[in-house]
């Protein structure tokens, strides 16, 4: 069974701060990898996506993978209060059209 | 614009009716998935589609069928078979190899 792993927090940070949230991975040969955000009673949306190692930038956001790790992060600078949702790491995988969800980390944006 | 759309927004069903929830989607994505959200839950996998006319049990199949007779559609149907079926239901496309996954804006389904 492929897993993929969140700490479900709550993560709490004050507004402006660096929100850091992790994901780890079982299956090795995984090369697709993606953060989603979900607001209580909303479907997830696509927040970035990451397929090499190292980092990807996409304006307060930041996605980092380490493959030999099985690691995946995702960093949200300048935090604030409209951040406050729920971040699903999603682990595509390889040559297959299968998804692996892990459960989400509920994170809160104090101002 | 493209997108996918789920239909209806809320469903209520009685005990021992079948419903069926609506998923099209206009991106010309090969790949479709149903999704079951409970609260406080993450996202568990239904069905899903790779091609027309062929599909797949997830994890938590029982109790659901589906149907992929064109590429823009794949509905859901909840049978009576389902004893828990009040949940939050997702529809998702996806393209290539490394494309990404899109969601729906979900059915909240509720029995009564």
């Known amino acids: 069974q492929k897993e993929v792993e969140q700490n479900s927090g709550p993560l709490s940070v004050p507004e402006g701060a660096i929100a850091s949230l992790n994901c780890t991975y079982s299956?090795?040969?995984?090369?697709?990898f993606f953060w989603y955000r979900q607001y209580s009673g909303k479907s997830p949306e696509l927040i970035m996506s990451?397929?090499?190692?190292g980092d990807k930038e996409d304006g307060r956001f930041t996605a980092q993978l380490n493959k030999a790790s099985q690691y995946v992060s995702l960093l949200i600078r300048d935090s604030q209060p409209s951040d406050s949702a729920t971040y699903l790491c999603a682990v595509r995988e390889y040559n297959f059209n299968k998804f692996y969800f892990g459960s989400g980390t509920k994170l809160n944006v104090k101002p | 614009d493209g997108g996918i759309t789920q239909s209806p927004k809320y469903l209520f069903r009685k005990e021992g009716q079948n419903v069926t929830l609506s998923c099209e989607q206009n991106l010309n994505h090969d790949a479709m998935y149903w999704y079951r959200q409970d609260p406080g839950q993450g996202l568990r996998l239904i069905y899903y589609?790779?091609?027309?006319?062929?599909?797949q049990k997830g994890d938590i199949a029982e109790g659901y069928s589906v149907s992929r007779e064109k590429k823009e559609s794949f509905p859901l149907t909840v049978t009576s078979a389902q004893k828990n079926p009040t949940a939050f239901y997702l529809c998702?496309?996806?393209?290539?190899?490394?494309?990404?996954?899109?969601f729906g804006p979900g059915t909240r389904l509720t029995v009564l």
């Open positions: 589609s790779q091609i027309v006319n062929d599909f």
């Open positions: 299956d090795r040969g995984s090369q697709s």
């Open positions: 998702a496309s996806s393209g290539d190899t490394y494309n990404e996954q899109f």
């Open positions: 990451i397929y090499s190692n």
